[in-house]
Nanobody, 117 residues
Framework: VQLQASGGGLVQAGGSLRLSCAAS????????MGWFRQAPGKEREFVAE????????YVADSVKDRLTISRDNAKNTMYLQMNSLKPEDTAVYYC???????????WGQGTQVTVSS
């Protein structure tokens, strides 16, 4: 399975973006999927995760009121809806996948999100 993230861009504070992560291959539904982000000069941090069937999600406390993770296994795609964006949300956003019980070992190339004040 290969992952391709898209949907990033430049947006003003308070705006919205929806990121997509398209997966190739037939095994997408077998992966727990997540979003991570890395801001300039900072370590990569966890943003959100969604279980294989999409019934359960986990979102970092710092963004849980503004960001929503979802997936469509029929389309082999995961999404991150980002609302009320803040300048501190500026980062490269990565999608990732892992097998149940394993660490994340499948990574997309990242998409840049820049929020201007």
């Amino acid at each position: 399975v290969q992952l391709q993230a898209s949907g990033g861009g430049l947006v003003q504070a308070g705006g919205s973006l929806r990121l997509s992560c398209a997966a190739s291959g037939r095994a997408f539904s077998g992966y727990v999927m997540g979003w991570f982000r890395q801001a300039p000069g900072k370590e990569r941090e966890f943003v959100a995760e969604i279980t294989r069937g999409g019934r359960t999600t986990y979102v970092a406390d710092s963004v849980k009121d503004r960001l929503t993770i979802s997936r469509d296994n029929a389309k082999n795609t995961m999404y991150l809806q980002m609302n009320s964006l803040k300048p501190e949300d500026t980062a490269v956003y990565y999608c990732a996948g892992r097998r149940l019980g394993a660490r994340y070992d499948l990574w997309g190339q990242g998409t840049q999100v820049t929020v201007s004040s």
